[in-house]
């Protein structure tokens, strides 16, 4: 049996969280994983202009967190039940997004100051991915005052916007764009 993609329920501005119940579209719990989405597909987009096959696979594990980011956040009883692997974030995540920076840090120029959110089309989309990513922690911060969240998603995001910045700088140095200091 096919599945429709439409299903009209959304037509009165609400729409069902994976618990069942039905909010606005407009419910903060929304706007949060709304920006996670946003999130992945910026990701998305970075992806398809990157050069370097190396970052496009960080990316791509990223890209599936994100899923499970957005599981959460649209679940008010995410933690009161037994979840699905695949949704669940572990702090070894955020470890490993620090260990890759800090050997990534090891080929790129030192920071002396701001620098241009530039260069390679990968790279300039990394940038865009990475402010976004700033606004989606923004929306689970503000969440996360209302209703209990697993505060791992807040690090998580926390960490994978400075990791964002990096892998441009990445993209941009392999691909032997300049760095364009403020």
């Not at 419910?27 to 992945?40: F, H, K, M, S, T």
Request: proline share 4%.
């Amino acid at each position: 049996m096919m599945v429709k993609i439409y299903t009209k329920k959304g037509d009165d501005g609400s729409t069902g969280l994976l618990d069942g119940s039905r909010v606005g579209k407009d419910d903060d719990r929304v706007d949060a994983y709304g920006e996670v989405d946003e999130l992945n597909a910026a990701l998305g987009a970075a992806r398809a202009f990157l050069e370097d096959r190396e970052v496009d696979g960080v990316l791509l594990g990223i890209q599936s967190d994100l899923f499970a980011v957005g599981a959460q956040l649209a679940d008010p009883k995410y933690g009161e039940r037994k979840a699905k692997e695949k949704t669940k974030l572990t702090e070894e995540k955020v470890t490993a997004f620090e260990r890759r920076m800090d050997r990534y840090e090891k080929e790129l120029p030192p920071l002396k100051g701001f620098i241009l959110p530039c260069g390679a089309k990968g790279a300039a989309l990394l940038h865009v991915a990475r402010t976004v990513c700033r606004r989606a922690e923004r929306k689970v911060v503000a969440l996360a005052r209302r209703v209990p969240l697993d505060p791992l998603l807040v690090r998580y995001l926390n960490r994978l916007s400075d990791l964002l910045f990096v892998l441009a700088r990445v993209e941009n140095v392999r691909g032997g764009e300049q760095q364009i200091p403020w």
